[in-house]
């Protein structure tokens, strides 16, 4: 219900805000009591905005898409404030061997010699800017790992996954969400990808939580990724056995990964029978978790994410639904081989001593139940 004028003096009250928060965390290396909040404030500000972020939004409700406190501009995906080529000039620092005692992380290495605020002359934040940020704050040169700085790192993977989450997934959106997938998948998979990893299993369930939300809706791991999806699941199938990983976090964080990949993987990577089952196992291993009832619901999650991918027993002949009845007969096609192991994993979370698990078992089984 806002005026133009007021939208206009919000968004530039914003943009001096976001600006100088997010100024103050490239600017400083030391991790200082109280950084993490100054983090966790700039993504608050930066979700709250997020929508506007988009030209047209923007143009809708401030008359002039430059005044946005956000920028979502592809030719601008290096910087960190508007114009600033900030990374380009950091992965050029990293050429000369001029940061050799600076806070590192391959491919996204924030420069501190950004120079002075200026509260007249503040610019947008790049959100692609603000996620190599807050990608390079996470991971610090190893001479800098040390127990005073786990909970700040912890901190900052817990904002950065906040907002990845509240990154639209949609078409104008999807360049950028790719552009982020490049620079941190990579980084995410060194840390909870490594069989003799020194971090903490804190740091490896955020690492986990924050690859989680670079996903998005069809995404192909033969397009985006150098390690491929069936690597990938055995990672996962590691991390989440109680065998193999002691720390429930990371059990859980590893499930509910596997369930998002089963939600948004794309169609022609979900019809092949070898990653079904591939899914089902993540899925029966942390069902198998006896102690902890979120591991439990986490492996629950896996298959219904399945079945929902396949949703309620379709018949293209006589539907007529076009495209997407055939996607889900494909899928169902894919799936039905492995109903029997579905049901029965589902029936026995009914007798689950926690509510949550076997409410979901009860609608996973309300679904299967219209499958031939």
Known sequence: NDGPGRARKRAQATRLALSSLTWLVAKTRIRWSGKSEVVKAAVELANAWMPYAESSKAKHLLGDPMLAPLSLQKENEKDLFLWDSYFEQSEDDCVDGQREDSDQGEGIEASTNIGKFDEESASAVHIGGLCRLLLSQSFPTTALYADEILPFRSGVLQSFEHLLKSLPDSSEWLFLRRSIFSFAAPRFLEVFGDHSTKESPLIVARTINCFTATLWTGVSFQNNLSSDISALMLIFLRQAD??????????????????????????????????????????????????????????????????L?????????????????????????????????????????????????????TKILSVLSTWP
Do not use: C
């Open 309 to 361: 991918r396949a949703g309620v027993g379709v018949n293209v002949g006589t539907s007529g639904a076009g495209d997407i009845a055939n996607e889900k007969q494909l899928l169902l096609e894919s799936i039905l081989p492995h109903k029997e192991t579905i049901q029965e994993l589902a029936k026995k979370s009914l007798n689950d001593p926690e509510p949550k698990v076997t409410e979901l078992a």
């Open 242 to 307: 109680f065998v193999n990983q002691v720390a429930w976090t990371v059990r859980e964080a590893a499930a509910r990964a596997v369930s998002r990949l089963a939600e948004v993987t794309d169609l022609e990577t979900l019809k092949k029978h070898q990653f079904v089952s591939m899914f089902i196992d993540v899925a029966s291993v942390g069902m198998r978790d006896r102690k902890f009832w979120k591991v439990r619901y986490g492996g629950l999650l896996i298959v219904q994410s399945i079945v």
